[in-house]
């Protein structure tokens, strides 16, 4: 598994700036949502998620995608390759774990920590 983060960036809508009829706008941004992503090569089909495993279904994965691959196991099941996406930290939000600050602190992070930027 290759795990990596993907960032998006919470903004309100564009408003105009200046004058009526002006180019320019301005976003006004307001904390970026840090997402983990877990990257599979490949793996056997029992190792899909379920859909218990989502947000919604009292799980914490926000969203899979998986593509089957032309091989086979010795044993005759089918191989896959995936992404699947979920909150740094594991199971933060879920109906039946507490939620501290310090768990969403790992979520929604400052614009200017996310690297690149």
């Known amino acids: 598994m290759i795990t990596s983060f993907r960032y998006k960036l919470r903004a309100s809508s564009p408003t105009p700036e ?3 009829g002006s180019p ?5 941004t307001f904390k970026a949502e840090k997402i983990e992503l877990h990257i ?9 998620l379920r859909t218990q495993d989502f947000r919604g279904q009292r799980g914490h994965y ?9 091989y086979k196991l010795d044993d005759g ?3 896959f390759s995936g992404t699947e996406e979920t909150y740094p930290g594991g199971p933060v939000g879920r ?3 507490p939620s501290t600050a310090e768990d969403w ?3 929604y992070i400052d614009e200017d920590d996310i690297p690149g930027s």
């Open 105 to 107: 602190d790992q979520i």
């Open 18 to 20: 200046g004058q009526q």
């Open 24 to 28: 320019d706008f301005i976003l006004q």
């Open 40 to 48: 599979y090569e490949a793996m056997p089909a029992d190792e899909i």
């Open 95 to 97: 109906d039946d774990s």
């Open 77 to 79: 099941s089918q191989v």
């Open 62 to 70: 926000l969203q899979a995608s998986y593509q089957r691959l032309p």
